[in-house]
């Protein structure tokens, strides 16, 4: 498992593997006027990769591709980082339907977190899912975050306004580290 900046190498994996996942991310993803196919090719990396290497250089982004087994296999971004007395950011992935159940979005997920927590300073990561994503909030909570509340109709996702719950995860909530809580979880 490797976290690594989006590279400029990954556009045709990450074409390839978007594509190759439309039914299993869709469901999940914001709402786009724009076919899925012409939302998820070259130029459309191309201008995600230097958007999201902007707002990470300037402190409000921190954009992660996951590499697993050597292959681009997702991604995680903890974003809309505030800083100041909040510094805080929400976090957000997706992984690659072929490696699911193996433990690699959680694995991805909590080395994002103890770097957000740890070099990034922040103090509180949020990460809203919708109710019926069972998977991705069994992620989260094997992960020591906590549901905080209901937002109705909080995000445009697969054509309409859907709910989420919100979870959060504080810095001090895990003595040691989010990767030694998902070391304790892991299947032996």
Same mark, same amino acid.
Do not use: K
């Given at each position: ?12 994996? /990450?074409?390839?593997?978007?594509? #190759?996942? #439309? ?10 006027? @724009? &076919? /899925? ?16 290497? *902007? ?13 697993? #087994? *050597? !292959? +681009? &296999?997702?991604?995680?971004? @903890?974003?809309? $980082?505030?800083? *100041? ?9 997706? $992984?690659?339907?072929? @490696? &699911? *159940? ?29 109710? #019926? ?23 445009? $996702? ?10 959060? +995860? ?8 989010? +990767?030694?809580? /998902?070391?304790?979880?892991?299947? !032996?």
């Amino acid at each position: 498992m490797e976290l690594h900046p989006l590279r400029r190498a990954d556009a045709r994996e /990450w074409v390839r593997l978007r594509l #190759e996942n #439309e039914a299993w991310l869709r469901p999940w993803e914001p709402s786009a006027p @724009v &076919a /899925w196919a012409d939302r998820h090719t070259p130029t459309t990396y191309r201008a995600m990769r230097r958007a999201a290497g *902007g707002r990470a250089r300037i402190g409000v982004s921190l954009p992660f591709a996951v590499h697993y #087994e *050597g !292959r +681009l &296999a997702g991604q995680v971004t @903890v974003d809309n $980082i505030v800083r *100041g007395a909040m510094r805080s950011g929400h976090l957000g992935y997706w $992984i690659d339907r072929a @490696v &699911a *159940g193996r433990g690699v979005a959680s694995l991805a997920v909590a080395l994002a977190c103890d770097h957000a927590f740890g070099p990034a300073g922040l103090h509180r990561l949020q990460a809203d899912i919708r109710p #019926e994503n069972r998977s991705s909030r069994r992620l989260v909570e094997r992960l020591g975050f906590r549901p905080e509340g209901l937002f109705r109709d909080y995000l445009d $996702i697969d054509g309409a306004w859907r709910d989420h719950v919100a979870y959060a +995860l504080l810095a001090d909530d895990l003595p040691d580290s989010v +990767l030694a809580r /998902w070391r304790n979880r892991a299947p !032996r």
